[in-house]
């Protein structure tokens, strides 16, 4: 049987820690961040970790974890 696919976005947004948590990019913070304040800028800095609730789905779109 051929080897799975992984998504192509997947490997463009996530990062997979050595624990297993995934890692990604903060929403809303490409365009429009006049309309936001300081502070929502300020604490989407940087990435966070998913929720545990969507982790499953993503690793189903990268079976063979991410480089």
Known sequence: MPKMKT?????KRFKI???????HGV???RHRLI?????YIR???GTSV???????R???WAPYGLK
């Open 7 to 11: 998504k192509s976005g997947v490997k």
């Open 17 to 23: 820690t050595a624990s297993g948590k995934i890692k």
């Open 43 to 45: 604490q989407n800095r």
């Open 58 to 60: 993503v690793h189903a």
């Open 35 to 39: 309309s936001h304040n300081a502070k």
């Open 27 to 29: 929403a809303g913070k």
């Open 50 to 56: 998913l929720a545990v609730a969507d982790t499953a």
